[in-house]
């Protein structure tokens, strides 16, 4: 039986870490000319009291609720750490919200005091203003204010508590009890309006131990963190770094994530589905790109690493000779990968979303890594998670110390332990349909546990597929089956009450230009390329090809080329999960014209 520390709250977790780590690095961040600054534990926890003051002077009491709205950073987790230090809740909102959703949730989570990244932040908050009248006060996290008494720079909110009483101080960090909320976390919403997961501080300082007890460390690692924080995962993997003592690292933006990697050079990452896919799809777009001796070089060093992969996964002795091809492969091919990673890295985690194993078996034969896991908003974003020396490609792992998973009567999986949530916030009847008495937390997810408590995730309850044949189809699979494909970016499959499945598609447009550049295929603009009877003949036959194993009631009979589903045209969530009620919605006209005999 694993031993659990019961801590108070949040920072006596972060107390101990800076007792034990106290000159080594916590943070790290890099400013405009790509060098970087950094923070000691101490210095850290001596900030987070600093801000701590400045929010007793700005009266926040506490379960007082906080806005964050802004990309992830290092003076995200500073002001989340004191918010919660003095007993207030931390509410994020992704960055790339629109107004409407903004102010939604900052009304439904009653806050009154909002921190904002920069001014295109700061203006989403003047348009909303009339509609937010229980916030107070809005703090830049980034910049010069306006001349407003709204609106407080960070460093003129720091400067609020310069003078403040550590006694005051103390005495709110110590009224923080276990059971107290730490944080609500709003669900990205690929249906309806978005719940409010209320996370106690012991649902937080549980987790972060059972991840530290499901994974490798060793002293002096750093993890680079490029997640939006307004998200549980990326939070889980900070508070669990913050448990350990190793550095984590922030990029700034996405558009500077290849770089920022490269000079961060982590030992490990988390990651989503999306990015693995993108490495995946430019490191084979390259190789095909030289073709002649280089792309015959990449192909066998892919043959001779995906024998050492073989070998790994079935725990037998890798041939000698085979031994000596893979380091050859390694220095021809492979380091070249590794390198692109930051050069360093031992392994990285893939979560929010299903991992194609090939996807999975390429990076593992080209000595990368990837730990699939899953989590959820209601349960702190962890619950299972394949381990360093005991992995699955497909699979999502057994359950974390201190967790427990079983299986509903239709197939259900199901999760109880006390990184389940509290409830949804101001929601009993959710509430209630999600978390049984006896405490079991539904998922919404199918799947399969095998003798060795192993999980695999086969389908999204509410997604299920039943074609008018009666066939049950989870199209996940399919989805990411067709989505390894160099010309294609994301797929939709349909086909519910259907006779048989089709797809919308998006175009991959770097690798269908170069595609239609050496076949002589004119274009102006990515419309000409959709609507070009020369690519979708590509796409047709990309797709046969990738569903070519599948049973024939699995396979696609009918493709449609569309615009790429984004966040900002409201078909994916800010965690990249395709919203596929609004995508059926928006297209109902192409999908209906792919069922001419219905």
Known sequence: MEEFRDYRNVHEMLKETVERHSEDGAYQWFVADGQTVSVTWREFYDQVRQVAKSLIALGIEKND????????????????????????????IYQS?????????????????????DDVQLQKMLDIRADIPAVGRIVLLNGRAPENDWIISYEDFLALGADGSDADCDRMIAAVAPQDTAGIVYTSGTTGVPKGAVLTHDNITFTAQSVE??????PGDHVFLFLPLAHVFART??????????????????????????????????????IYEKVYAKVLSGAEAKGGLALKIFRWACRVGEQVSDCRLGDRPIPPLTQLQYRLATRLVFSKIQAALGGRLRWCISGA???NPEIAKFFHSAGILILEGIGMTENTSFTNLNRYDDYRFGWVGPPGPGIEQRLGDDGEIMFRGRNVMKEYYKMPEETTATI??????????LGEIDDRNFLRVTGRKKELIITSGGKNIAPAAIEGLIATSLFISQVCV?????????????????????????????F??????????????????????????LPSFETIKRVTIVPEFTIENGLLTPTMKLKKGLVIDRYQDIITAMYPDD
């Open 353 to 355: 979303a299903p991992l």
């Open 237 to 274: 993997c900070v508070y669990t770094s913050l448990l350990v003592g190793s550095t984590c690292t922030f990029n700034r933006s996405m558009d500077t994530l290849a770089d920022d990697l490269r000079a961060a050079r982590p030992h490990w990452f988390p990651s989503v589905p999306r």
């Open 436 to 445: 049984t008495a006896a405490g079991w937390q539904y998922s919404g997810d």
């Open 65 to 92: 609720k906080v806005n964050i709205l802004s990309y992830s950073s290092y003076r995200w987790v500073l002001t989340d750490m004191a918010l919660m230090s003095v007993g207030a809740v931390t509410v994020g």
């Open 524 to 549: 102006d603009r990515p419309e000409d390329l959709m609507n070009d009877d020369a690519v979708q003949g590509l796409i047709d036959a990309e797709v046969q090809s990738k569903c070519a194993g």
């Open 97 to 117: 919200l629109p107004e409407a959703d903004c102010q939604y949730i900052i009304s439904h989570s009653d806050s009154v005091l909002v921190f904002v990244e």
């Open 213 to 218: 007890k499901s994974v490798y460390w060793e």
């Open 494 to 522: 349909i086909g519910d009450r259907r006779k048989y499945l089709s797809a919308l598609v998006s175009l991959d447009l770097d690798n269908v230009r170069d595609y239609a550049h050496t076949r002589g295929i004119a």
